[in-house]
T-cell receptor
């Protein structure tokens, strides 16, 4: 069975500050890990994904995440927050491939303060 | 290139009624997954269709059923609606491909059960 825990249901940062959204996973098989973003009243948009290989993954809009197997973590970071980054962020895990069912965390709402 | 489309965007039903939601996958994709996202929660996997058959199913009752058509579009049917079925229903499409396939999400259908 797989599960995802996102620490912090709400994170607030100042514009230009570092963004750090935490995600820990549990998986009995090598995981495939994803971060999705959801803007108000919209569907989910893929930010980045980890499948195999390089553990530091770069995504869209300046976001990146690092897969740390020893810590079972896949935290999302961005060096400098922008007002447009305000949204809900979801970490997800799947087994064997990205085509298998995604198991999502409960999400973290990011607010950016001017 | 059109992405994943869903219809309708919003729907209001009363308890006990039945509802049908529709999804057209992204061009070139033949696998469709459905997710339910309750307010303030992460999406939960309902089921996945491939080659017009239900391939995998999450922990949802039989009141939730689906169908996939030869053109890969899909329907989600919910019978005997309950208040707790109120949620955003998301459709995601992907191709079976290899490892690391990404699921692309539509904008969702927001269902309100009164």
């Amino acid at each position: 069975a797989q599960s995802v825990t996102q620490l912090g249901s709400h994170v607030s940062v100042s514009e230009g500050a570092l963004v750090l959204l935490r995600c820990n996973y549990s998986s009995s098989v090598p995981p495939y890990l994803f971060w999705y973003v959801q803007y108000p009243n919209q569907g989910l948009q893929l930010l980045l994904k980890y499948t195999t290989g390089a553990t530091l993954v770069k995504g869209i809009n300046g976001f990146e995440a690092e897969f740390k197997k020893s810590e079972t973590s896949f935290h999302l970071t961005k060096p400098s927050a922008h007002m447009s980054d305000a949204a809900e962020y979801f970490c997800a895990v799947s087994a064997y491939s990205g085509n298998t069912p995604l198991v999502f965390g409960k999400g973290t709402r990011l607010s950016v303060i001017a | 290139d059109a992405g994943v489309t869903q219809s309708p965007t919003h729907l209001i039903k009363t308890r006990g009624q039945q509802v049908t939601l529709r999804c057209s996958p992204k061009s070139g994709h033949d696998t469709v997954s459905w997710y339910q996202q309750a307010l303030g929660q992460g999406p939960q996997f309902i089921f996945q269709y491939y080659e017009e058959e239900e391939r995998q199913r999450g922990n949802f009752p039989d009141r939730f059923s689906g169908h996939q058509f030869p053109n890969y579009s899909s329907e989600l049917n919910v019978n005997a609606l309950l208040l707790g079925d109120s949620a955003l229903y998301l459709c995601a499409s992907s191709s079976p491909g290899g490892l690391g396939e990404t699921q692309y999400f539509g904008p969702g259908t927001r269902l309100l059960v009164l």
